[in-house]
């Protein structure tokens, strides 16, 4: 399993936005799906979206639907997610992942061994 670098803003109002970047280092990003999951303590791990290869959105969880904009830039190999009119219930760990096995496991929140995943600061949305 490989490591996909994480960043962007951690810390926001509710209504306000957050931008998290996820590149894949050494890899060359065009090549597979990507997916942005989420965690807060005591819940089950939560696909908020993903993106195919070519950047057609293939998954896009309800509860952030209309306020998260998933995207990709092959040329640099890194994946986006854009979040708009946040919410204190958007406060979680956020994690990436690429779907490097090739199997979609990364869209159950559980991604193989082979695919890679990374993890971000916590955001954290104030009322």
């Known amino acids: 399993q490989g490591q996909l670098g994480e960043s962007g803003g951690g810390v926001g109002q509710a209504g306000g936005s957050l931008r998290r970047s996820c590149a894949a280092a050494g890899r060359t990003g065009k090549d597979y799906a990507m997916a942005w999951c989420r965690q807060t303590p005591g819940k089950e791990r939560e696909v908020v979206a993903g993106?195919?290869?070519?950047?057609?959105?293939?998954d896009d969880s309800d509860s952030v639907k209309g306020r998260f904009t998933i995207s990709r830039d092959n040329a640099k190999n890194t994946g986006y997610l854009q979040m708009n009119s946040l919410k204190p219930a958007d406060t979680a760990v956020y994690y990436c992942a690429a779907d490097h096995s090739f199997s979609g496991q990364i869209f159950t929140g559980r991604p193989t061994s082979s695919d890679s995943w990374g993890q971000g600061p916590p955001v954290t949305v104030s009322s």
């Open positions: 993106i195919s290869q070519s950047g057609d959105v293939i």
